[in-house]
């Protein structure tokens, strides 16, 4: 494990993940879609993005606290739902739980974690929030919602950008998304020994790498491998707004969309009264040419006119980053790869040393640019 104290930015935990991991799950983490010209935009728009420098303000009481969906956080972020977590990490998704969980921070359990929502429910102590992939089984989905709710999760994320997969190149060269030939696979296998630490804790004592909420739908003794590739073929490219009243039969909370990304769909969510949208383009792994989250979300305010919470992600690397989309009207943002990469470098207490940089980050923005309270 690298001395966790040294990583001081993304980038840092970005190359601590690379060395953990195999070169497969890196790039299945910090790839995009086509030419990643989104994905690497993302992150320039904020870097675009200025604050303004405040000076001679009293500033020795100031608070990042927000409140959302009936919640405190200590801040306004939240863990994304990020795929096959448990891969990058043992138990990974219940590792992240517990760290957001320790910085009173929401935690989103992806429907395609490797952990099931009972299991991190259990050993992080608290029910996440739940994430919706629409799979064309219905009955699945009743089933799906009806475990996440048994379990007391509070807040159902709706993702409406994944109809279908996006083309991800490094995927299809690294083989993530295709039988491997026996040479490949040999190869994989090795390079998954050369990372000892990784190979150890997830491969062996990791176990079952099965897709946890999905058990009793995939296909009998599904591989890994055999198990994605349904899940890919079942996504819903039907899925519509009429469809939430189905949703809505079976999730008495909160309902967040997400992967908004033009007013005109904002309006639309306004008037089907959701609770709250992720301004998300999925972290440029969906439709490359996509504009940046953080470049729509003035327009998307405006239409909103706060009648549902608006929440961001894609590019969000700092609490620098989460101060200027608070100022540009986001209620919250979520962060991705910074996790998914933390956990990787460092597990719960990798997640916990990032929860603690941004939030950091975040109260020294504020007070240097005069906002006492996010
Ligand atoms: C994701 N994302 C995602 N979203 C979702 O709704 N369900 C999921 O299972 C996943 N899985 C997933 C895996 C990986 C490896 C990544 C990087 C992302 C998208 C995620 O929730 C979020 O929208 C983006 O990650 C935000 O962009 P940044 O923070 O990664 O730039």
Not at 61 to 78: R, T
Not at 111 to 132: M, R, Y
Request: hydrophobic share 45%.
């Amino acid at each position: 494990m690298p001395n966790l104290e040294a990583l001081a930015s993304f980038e840092d935990f970005r190359a601590a993940a690379k060395r953990a991991l195999p070169r497969i799950l890196f790039d299945y983490i910090d790839g995009g879609s086509y030419s990643e010209t989104t994905l690497k935009r993302n992150v320039n728009a904020f870097q675009d993005l200025t604050l303004d420098q405040r000076v001679m303000l009293d500033m020795s009481n100031i608070s990042s606290e927000i409140e959302l969906f009936g919640e405190k956080l200590a801040a306004p972020i939240i863990l994304a739902p990020v795929g096959f977590s448990g891969m990058y990490a043992k138990r990974g998704e219940v590792q992240a739980a517990k760290a957001a969980y320790s910085h009173n921070l929401p935690f989103c359990l992806s429907t395609v974690g490797i952990c099931s929502i009972d299991e991190v429910t259990q050993d992080a102590g608290k029910a996440p929030w739940f994430q919706l992939y629409m799979i064309k089984d219905r009955a699945c989905i009743a089933d799906l919602l009806a475990k996440a709710q048994d379990n007391g999760s509070k807040v159902l994320v709706l993702t409406a950008d994944l109809q279908t997969p996006g083309a991800r190149y490094r995927d299809v060269r690294s083989g993530m998304m295709r039988k491997l030939s026996v040479v490949e696979y040999m190869k994989r296998g090795l390079e998954g020994v050369m990372k000892a630490h990784w190979s150890y804790n997830v491969m062996l004592k990791g176990r079952p790498h099965t897709f946890g909420n999905l058990q009793g739908v995939l296909p009998e003794n599904a591989s890994f491998d055999e198990a994605w590739k349904w899940i890919s073929q079942n996504f819903d490219p039907s899925v519509n707004w009429d469809d939430l009243a189905f949703i809505r039969e079976h999730w008495k909370g909160p309902i967040v969309l997400k992967g908004i990304m033009t007013a005109e769909d904002a309006k639309l969510a306004v008037e089907h009264e959701l609770d709250g949208i992720v301004v998300s383009n999925h972290g440029g792994r969906q439709l490359d040419g996509a504009p940046t989250s953080v470049s729509v979300l003035p327009e998307i305010v405006e239409v909103v006119d706060k009648k549902l919470k608006v929440l961001l992600d894609s590019g969000v690397r700092t609490g620098l980053d989460v101060l200027k989309a608070r100022q540009l009207g986001a209620d919250a943002c979520l962060i991705g790869r910074p996790w998914a990469f933390a956990l990787a470098a460092g597990g719960q207490q990798g997640v916990d040393r990032l929860l603690t940089l941004m939030k950091a980050e975040l109260r020294t923005a504020q007070v240097l640019s005069g906002i006492s309270s996010c």
